[in-house]
């Protein structure tokens, strides 16, 4: 298969640059406390409502449970200012055709599983060790989630993902593994590829320039999206990526020409970059 060359030189390979976030200006704050500070209260109230039903979350009820996700992944996409998605109907018509259980996203905010959920229901997704760090969170995605964390430093991680799969549960992977601009398609991770199964692939795009670098800025980006009136996210969608036999022999091979594919296919630039070259994780490598 024939794809574009969109290499790129080192000095264009800049996926983690990103706009200063000026928390306390006179703008930020009078923004947030006109329209942001509202929209908190009302996030924290949605949290506390639907907190309890954490508690009774179990495998037997993952339906009931992917309806509640999605009404309040739609609560905390307008809280945010994001009051639609744009995406085509073609690509809804792909996303409801497609049956594949591997499905890659993009990863540029802390709000895309809030996107996945609301087009793709019916998905659980892999979540990072920072997450499950939080124990209201833990507990409320104790059933929806695959938390990173000791079972991926001991490799059990791929083991607890084929069981999934082997169920039938189709699993979210945000393979470039951290936050970067959409634009940018880094090198991948390994999870998506190794049950050698058809990909969909779908591209999410926010349209600012405040990528979230990491859990260091979380908060001030929070409060900058937030105290936008209106936000703007799209998503666009691929067909499926069925791996050839040469690349299910060869996972080095099989992610490479995925990840070419999932460039061409959404005009992206490769780069020649991955998670280790992230700054927050570099900075956590130090310490």
Known sequence: MNYMNIDITEEEDRPFDADE???WSVRTMSRF???????LIFLILIYIFFLPFGFIFHEGNFHFQNILFKIISRFKLYVFGFFKIDISKKDREILRKSDA???????????????????????KYIASEFISKMPLFKQFL?????????????????????RELDKGTRIVFFSSGVCSRPEFVLKLRNGAFVPKLKILSVHVNYY??????????????????MSSF????????????????DEKKDIDL???????????????????????DHPYYRHKMKD
């Open 21 to 23: 976030v000026r928390m």
């Open 101 to 123: 259980q591997v499905i890659v996203v993009n990863h540029s905010s802390y709000l895309d599983c809030c996107v996945v959920d609301l087009l793709i229901p019916d998905t």
């Open 230 to 245: 209106r936000n703007k996210v799209s998503a666009r969608v691929l067909p499926e990526y069925i791996p050839s036999e």
């Open 208 to 225: 600012d320039k405040f990528w979230v670098m990491g859990e260091q800025d979380m908060n001030a980006h929070i409060i900058n999206t």
């Open 142 to 162: 104790k059933t929806k989630a695959i938390f990173l964390g000791n079972d991926f430093k001991s490799g059990n991680i791929t083991d607890k993902i084929q």
């Open 33 to 39: 406390l006109v329209v942001g500070l509202p929209r």
């Open 254 to 276: 099989f992610r490479e020409n995925y990840r070419k594919y999932y460039a061409t296919g959404f005009g992206l630039k490769l780069s020649n970059k991955s998670y280790k």
